[in-house]
């Protein structure tokens, strides 16, 4: 009887097992189904390392390169391009496996190699040094970016960042924790109701996330590989090697919300103590997506800072 009993369990636990690992391929392959070549595009298109690279370049006077965070786009400055641009030569991408670009089913996608991929849009378009912004993910992108190679990166801007080395755990890329990455990761862009509440948490006033947003978010999440490529970031992420903050010496504002729940203010003082010329500015009435909510605000204070300003 005991026998039994534990073969009827072993036989359940791995059907649950074979379960979790067949449901996101299922949800996936029923939710992702456009190609992005055949999807418009706000920007232009370059190949980096043969990767096909979305951006858009607006704007004149110093450069300043905006970095989207986990999930994001360049449509996560929709109200900050427009005004930056009429002072600066605003350039924004979608990093490898986002918003239009390319998702190749293979490939280093940790931030490390993100800056890297940055890096080389710079080269291309002619900008030798610049002022960067990276807001959650990107921040880390853009810290390392700085730290690896400072003559790149003027000033820095870090939006409710993500501390490099701490965005995921180690144990992360070690198996099963993948498997259970694109699991999670299938259910959050794929799951109309999960979905609109995780994206409902990065707002203060969660009325804020507007249906045309929402459904900028789903139509980007439809192109095939989007699944795969967040989770690849998680897995690579959590085998990039530590980051010594002390290394990047370039001016930094830490711009955050006063309310956010992923990357809190905790975590802004700590890498104010980390990093030697870092200055933290809160706006009010904000959460982690604090350029969108509090656009005018954060555009001010993004100004003022690259001006030489007080903040």
Request: glycine share 10%.
């Given at each position: 009887?005991?026998?039994r009993?534990?073969l009827?369990?072993?036989?359940l636990?791995?059907?649950a097992l074979?379960?979790?690992?067949a449901?996101?391929?299922?949800?996936?392959?029923?939710?992702?189904?456009?190609d992005l070549?055949?999807?418009p595009?706000?920007?232009?298109?370059?190949?980096?390392?043969?990767?096909?690279?979305?951006?858009?370049d607006?704007?004149?006077?110093?450069?300043?390169?905006?970095?989207?965070?986990?999930?994001?786009?360049i449509g996560n400055?929709?109200?900050n391009i427009?005004?930056?641009s009429?002072h600066?030569?605003?350039?924004?991408?979608d990093l490898k496996?986002?918003?239009?670009?390319?998702?190749?089913?293979?490939g280093?996608?940790?931030?490390?190699?993100q800056?890297l991929?940055?890096?080389?849009l710079?080269d291309r378009?002619?900008?030798?040094?610049?002022?960067?912004?990276g807001h959650?993910?990107?921040g880390?992108?853009?810290?390392?970016?700085?730290?690896?190679?400072?003559?790149?990166v003027?000033?820095?801007?870090?939006?409710?960042s993500v501390p490099?080395?701490?965005?995921?755990p180690?144990?992360?890329?070690?198996p099963?924790?993948?498997?259970?990455l694109?699991?999670?990761?299938?259910?959050?862009?794929?799951q109309?109701?999960?979905r609109?509440?995780?994206?409902?948490?990065g707002?203060?006033?969660?009325?804020?996330l507007?249906p045309?947003?929402l459904?900028?978010?789903?139509r980007?999440?439809r192109?095939?590989?989007?699944?795969n490529?967040?989770?690849?970031?998680?897995s690579?992420?959590?085998?990039?090697?530590?980051?010594?903050?002390s290394?990047v010496r370039?001016?930094?504002?830490l711009?955050?919300?006063?309310?956010?729940?992923?990357?809190?203010?905790r975590?802004?003082?700590w890498?104010?103590?980390?990093?030697?010329?870092?200055?933290l500015q809160?706006i009010?009435?904000a959460?982690?997506?604090?350029?969108?909510?509090?656009?005018?605000e954060a555009?001010?204070a993004?100004?003022a800072f690259?001006?030489?300003?007080?903040?």
């Amino acid at each position: 009887m005991v026998g039994r009993r534990i073969l009827l369990l072993g036989g359940l636990m791995a059907g649950a097992l074979a379960a979790l690992w067949a449901y996101p391929r299922w949800l996936v392959k029923r939710c992702e189904n456009l190609d992005l070549a055949d999807v418009p595009k706000p920007g232009n298109m370059i190949r980096l390392d043969g990767v096909g690279i979305h951006y858009v370049d607006r704007g004149q006077g110093p450069p300043l390169v905006l970095i989207h965070g986990l999930a994001g786009s360049i449509g996560n400055f929709r109200y900050n391009i427009p005004v930056l641009s009429e002072h600066l030569r605003v350039v924004a991408l979608d990093l490898k496996g986002f918003g239009y670009s390319e998702r190749p089913a293979a490939g280093d996608y940790s931030p490390t190699a993100q800056a890297l991929l940055v890096g080389e849009l710079m080269d291309r378009l002619g900008i030798p040094r610049a002022a960067v912004l990276g807001h959650s993910m990107g921040g880390a992108i853009a810290l390392r970016l700085a730290a690896t190679w400072p003559e790149k990166v003027d000033r820095l801007i870090l939006v409710d960042s993500v501390p490099p080395g701490r965005m995921v755990p180690r144990f992360a890329a070690s198996p099963p924790l993948p498997s259970f990455l694109r699991l999670g990761t299938a259910l959050v862009l794929h799951q109309p109701r999960l979905r609109e509440i995780v994206l409902r948490q990065g707002f203060y006033d969660p009325a804020f996330l507007s249906p045309e947003m929402l459904e900028e978010f789903r139509r980007i999440a439809r192109i095939r590989g989007s699944a795969n490529a967040i989770a690849s970031l998680l897995s690579d992420a959590a085998r990039d090697e530590p980051l010594d903050l002390s290394r990047v010496r370039q001016p930094v504002l830490l711009l955050w919300g006063r309310h956010d729940r992923l990357t809190g203010l905790r975590v802004a003082r700590w890498l104010a103590d980390q990093i030697p010329d870092a200055r933290l500015q809160v706006i009010e009435r904000a959460r982690h997506m604090v350029l969108e909510e509090q656009a005018e605000e954060a555009n001010e204070a993004i100004l003022a800072f690259l001006s030489g300003g007080s903040t």
